[in-house]
């Protein structure tokens, strides 16, 4: 069974670098045609895609959030993690990662993250 946990802070400033870390266990994050992704839901609205890393290492970001996150990996950890610098409260939502990509079969229990000072 393949299991996902966000962590993170729950509370960042604003203009702060924004980090989460997905630790994946039940699975390698190496194992080929899997891919890893994160999505948000911000308040009172509805899921938002943000972009996956695959087994092979490559990176896809949806095209209208690409310029402001970052997806990168420790396969050493079996972890993924998405950073996003120079936060604003906008980014104010609850964060998920999970496996695949418009198919997504495991989830984490997702992560609130706050922007606020």
């Known amino acids: 069974q393949v299991q996902l946990q966000e962590s993170g802070p729950g509370l960042v400033k604003p203009s702060q670098t924004l980090s989460l870390t997905c630790t994946v266990s039940?699975?390698?994050?190496?194992?080929?045609?899997?891919?890893w992704s994160w999505i948000r839901q911000p308040p009172g609205k509805g899921l938002e895609w943000i972009g996956y890393?695959?087994?092979?290492?490559?990176?896809y970001y949806s095209p209208s959030l690409k310029s402001r996150f970052s997806i990168s990996r420790d396969t050493s950890k079996n972890q993924f993690t998405l950073q996003l610098t120079s936060v604003t409260p906008e980014v104010t939502a609850v964060y998920y990662c999970?496996?695949?990509?418009?198919?997504?079969?495991?989830w984490g229990q997702g992560t609130q993250v706050t922007v606020s000072s």
């Open positions: 999970a496996r695949g990509t418009t198919m997504l079969d495991y």
């Open positions: 039940g699975g390698s994050i190496t194992t080929n045609y899997y891919y």
């Open positions: 890393i695959a087994y092979s290492g490559s990176i």
